[in-house]
């Protein structure tokens, strides 16, 4: 079941992101963290309220989704380097309580395989997710299968076309592969928090909430989850 709150902004769509979150945070938990733009207000807001009110995430465990095959985790758009400048090193998680997919090594899919290992042995509490302007979730382009597991995929020409803007604007030096947790992985999670913002994501947003379930649009599959909540700015939502 998908509840939707609409919301007004990005601002406002990170304050609630954080209100849903916030139940999380506790001794335990097992959190199922995304890059990109969309999330950063919401980690913006952990940072600030760990500092300001000394909520602790010594015990608590994240799994990330996906990362770029072949950039060193000290590239600054590597996902790894992601997380830890706009999260992990601004909270008190221990570092090796939190998970990042390698892109690097010579057995991609064997690390995949022993990701979803870990998973299996550390179920997600709540995974936050983004989507594509084609509808992806985490790197699962549009046709991935749904019952897919942690796997090597190539990216979407749109996608890098979305990502450029983080590699100079030139669309060369976009990775074009990553590694990714499957659609199969992200329905484990036991909720899902879904944010959208900006008009880019409006049609995305229609075909998750109103299409048919389809591989033609991998967020689609959330319509079967028992406990995902969107939440959608109104340009987002202006498909509705
Ligand atoms: P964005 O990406 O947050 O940078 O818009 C979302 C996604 O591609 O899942």
């Known amino acids: 079941m998908i509840r939707i709150i609409k919301v007004k902004d990005y601002e406002e769509a990170s304050d609630k992101a954080f209100e849903v979150m916030k139940e999380f945070i506790a001794p ?9 733009s969309t999330p950063l207000g919401l980690y913006a807001r952990m940072v600030k309220d760990h500092k300001e009110n000394g909520t602790s995430y010594k015990d608590i465990r994240s799994f990330n989704l996906d990362e770029y095959v ?16 706009n999260l992990f090193d601004q909270i008190d998680i221990p570092e090796e309580n939190t998970h990042v ?7 991609l899919e ?18 936050l997710l983004g989507i594509g302007s084609d ?4 790197f699962n382009e549009p046709g991935t299968p749904f019952d897919s597991g942690t796997h090597v995929t ?23 592969q990553a590694v990714t947790q ?45 406990n995902v909540t969107v939440i959608v700015d109104e340009a987002a939502a202006s498909l509705l």
Do not use: W
């Not at 450029?164 to 990775?175: I, T």
């Open 70 to 85: 072949g950039l060193e985790i000290t590239h600054p758009e590597s996902y790894y380097a992601f997380m830890h400048r």
């Open 110 to 127: 064997g690390q995949a395989k022993k990701y979803d290992e870990m998973i299996d042995a550390s179920p997600v509490d709540i995974q």
């Open 135 to 138: 509808g992806h979730i985490a």
């Open 182 to 226: 499957g659609i199969g992985t992200i329905m484990k999670a036991k909720n899902i928090l879904l944010i959208a913002t900006g008009a880019n994501k409006a049609q995305a947003v229609k075909d998750m909430i109103s299409g048919p379930i389809d591989v033609s649009c991998p967020a689609s599959i959330l319509q079967k989850h028992d």
């Open 28 to 36: 335990g938990k097992v959190l199922g963290l995304a890059t990109g």
């Open 154 to 176: 190539d990216l979407a020409e749109s996608t890098i076309r979305d990502n450029c803007r983080f590699f100079d604007n030139d669309m060369s030096k976009v990775p074009t």
């Open 101 to 107: 997919p390698s892109g690097l090594g010579d057995d």
